[in-house]
């Protein structure tokens, strides 16, 4: 049974989004729904969680004035902070979807009062530039390190659409082992951006083998540095066009 083992895992879990009044879900940064919710997972577990995440507070702060969002943003923090303290998780990070808003407020803020020990934000050869450097700039700005930082979705998903038949990622590597795919774009979870783990949605057991093979595969690093750099070209406006008459 899954509960005889539980004290063997390193458990994460995420924290901020609630049941709402109307039946759906809604976010959150409220620090005493934060609490509530973090204690009701000890209890629901039988053990502290070892992490757990703000779950994407961008979702309540996107919309928001600076002053107020960096207020409830740091409100929130100081709550999972606190809970922490109080022994009822081992340690806290924040998990982003986006990091831009999140990125934005603290730029305009003054930084954040307390510091999570793990960021978590999507990695992958699916994430746009946007997203990647975004996340490099968050982990900057609160000081978590690479082996602290965690990927997460590394297929956006699913594994299902045609393409993941068709592409070809072994130009990124450098290794003469069979992989398919999808092996290849798990390892390169690890380096767009660089993450010390990558959290992976898997339910089919050979697949979890095939995914922990992956990460042996090598990684051609000159190349991964040019598909970085293609990435962010691309991104960049075409500044040829604002010399057009
Ligand atoms: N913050 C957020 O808003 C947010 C949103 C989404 C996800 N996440 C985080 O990201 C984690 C995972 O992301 P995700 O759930 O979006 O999905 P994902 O990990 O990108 O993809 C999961 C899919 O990949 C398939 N797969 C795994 N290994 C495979 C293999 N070796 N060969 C073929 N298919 C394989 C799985 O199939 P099987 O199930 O059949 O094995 C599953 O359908 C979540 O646990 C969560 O922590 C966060």
Redesign the pocket.
């Known amino acids: 049974m899954a509960g005889d083992l539980l004290p063997e895992f390193f458990l994460s879990t995420?924290v901020g989004f609630f049941p709402s009044p109307t039946g759906y879900t809604e976010h959150s940064l409220d620090p005493i729904r934060l609490r509530t919710a973090i204690e009701a997972t000890a209890d629901t577990l039988g053990r502290i969680p070892d992490i757990v995440f703000l779950?994407?507070p961008e979702r309540s702060i996107r919309q928001g004035e600076h002053r107020a969002a960096h207020d409830s943003l740091t409100e929130a923090c100081e709550a999972l902070q606190g809970a922490a303290r109080a022994g009822l998780c081992a340690g806290w990070g924040i998990?982003?979807?986006d990091p831009r808003s999140v990125v934005n407020v603290l730029c305009h803020g003054r930084g954040l009062a307390v510091s999570p020990s793990h960021l978590?934000h999507?990695s992958?050869v699916l994430v746009s530039s946007a997203v990647v450097e975004g996340s490099e700039t968050l982990a900057d700005l609160l000081g978590v390190a690479r082996e602290r930082r965690w990927g997460?979705?590394?297929?956006?998903?699913?594994?299902?659409a045609p393409f993941?038949d068709t592409v070809n990622l072994s130009p990124l590597l450098s290794t003469q082992r069979q992989h398919?795919p999808?092996?290849a774009a798990?390892r390169l979870a690890y380096e767009l951006p660089k993450v010390g783990r990558v959290?992976?949605?898997?339910?089919?057991p050979?697949?979890?083998?095939?995914?922990v093979e992956?990460t042996r595969l090598s990684v051609d690093r000159t190349m991964v540095d040019r598909y970085r750099s293609l990435l962010r070209d691309r991104q960049r406006p075409d500044h040829r066009a604002l010399l057009r008459p």
């Open positions: 995420k779950h994407n998990s982003t979807w978590m999507r992958g997460m979705s590394p297929f956006a998903g699913s594994t299902r993941w398919s999808v092996e798990f959290a992976v949605s898997v339910n089919d050979s697949h979890l083998r095939e995914l992956a």
